[in-house]
């Protein structure tokens, strides 16, 4: 079975159960709240230029192929 990445990386579904799975283990090794508030915050923000640059790279496509 192939793993589509481009749509797994593009799902914010994936991104809020990656946080979901990361942050209870930050706390259960013992990282602050605020740390592990952080660490969720810069995956977040990481997630979203990922989306946004992955949107952008589907719209350039799909507008490169009706021009053809």
Partial sequence: MK???KRKLSSRKFWMALVGFITPLLLAFGMSE???AEIA???IAGANV???VL????I????????E
């Fill in 3 to 5: 793993i589509d990445w």
């Fill in 34 to 36: 605020s740390e592990t």
């Fill in 41 to 43: 915050a810069i995956i």
């Fill in 50 to 52: 990922i989306i946004y």
């Fill in 55 to 58: 949107a952008e790279a589907s």
């Fill in 60 to 67: 350039d496509t799909a507008n490169r192929e009706k021009g």
